[in-house]
């Protein structure tokens, strides 16, 4: 649960926080752990992570509805521009993602890949309204909508009547809850290396037969395009992913990934490998 104080906070951007790493500081889906696809060099762990031992079950990619999300390394200079829900009741009581107890009246929200208690700035663009929130959750699993907000910060920013709205987030880095001595808990800020970088592809199509997969392929490298047949063994059948290079920056993947939901591939995504 997000503490009474976290409502009134300073707004700090990501990379001033790699400098106080010493310093203390949607609805609710059933997710189905997938293994990730077949990497030729797994990325760097944060350090959060790197002293757990293992990666936590919330940062393992998940399937909804057929279609793989990949939880991202770090929320390090994430910033994106898009519609945002809200969510309330039937769900108040219920466990969120990271195992908490869903509250309506905290200031948390779900998104589908950033790392759990990651802080965001949330600017309502069609007011000028702003408040922050700690993701807890995963979703919205709705359309093309990028975080659920919970009650109380829908509210903040009066996305109520319309029910959503176009929003900025803005990672302000990513947190983890630690217990005081007095039993309070507080909100210590994590280090991170810069994630932004890496070997990035655009999956565009998943087959059973793959022959398919390769004539998918083989029309991307036609139109200048590199791609690749990934096999992934589900363990009851397998599946052939057809994959786009997508440079090695997040932020040129991104723009590959719009390219091609346009282009007639509306359940394309990013990978990292």
């Keep these: 649960m997000t503490c009474p104080g976290y409502r009134h906070r300073i707004f700090l951007p990501a990379l001033l926080l790699l400098c106080w790493a010493t310093f203390s500081g949607c609805a609710t889906q059933t997710l189905t752990p997938a293994p990730p696809s077949p990497a030729a060099a797994p990325p760097a762990k944060p350090p959060g992570l790197a002293r757990a031992g293992r990666i936590p079950a919330t940062q393992k990619p998940y399937q909804i509805e057929g279609k793989t999300y990949y939880p991202l390394p770090s929320a390090e200079g994430y910033s994106e521009t898009g519609t945002a829900s809200w969510y ?3 769900f108040h009581g219920r466990k969120t993602s990271n195992g908490e107890t869903y509250n309506m009246y905290d200031w948390t929200a779900a998104h589908k890949t950033l790392p759990m208690n990651t802080r965001l700035l949330v600017e309502n663009l069609g007011n000028g309204r702003s408040t922050t929130v700690r993701i807890n959750d995963r ?15 829908a509210r903040e920013l009066g996305l109520m ?15 983890e809850i630690i ?14 290396e810069d994630f932004q970088k890496g070997d990035f ?7 059973t037969v793959r022959e398919n997969a390769e004539r998918l392929k083989d029309k991307m490298t036609q139109e200048g395009r590199r791609a690749e047949t990934a096999l992934y063994d589900r363990g009851d059948q397998v599946f052939y992913r057809v994959q786009v290079k997508a440079g090695s920056t997040l932020s040129v993947a991104r723009q590959m990934e719009q390219s091609l939901t346009a282009s007639g591939f509306p359940g394309a995504f990013v990978v990292a490998r």
């Design 88 to 90: 309330g009741n039937p």
């Design 139 to 153: 979703g919205p699993f709705v359309g093309t909508r990028i975080i659920d907000l919970s009650y109380n910060v």
């Design 161 to 175: 009547k319309e029910g959503t709205g176009q929003v900025r987030i803005t990672a302000l880095g990513e947190a």
């Design 179 to 192: 217990q005081l001595a007095d039993n309070t808990t507080a909100a210590r800020f994590l280090p991170h």
């Design 201 to 207: 592809y655009v999956q565009i199509g998943s087959f």
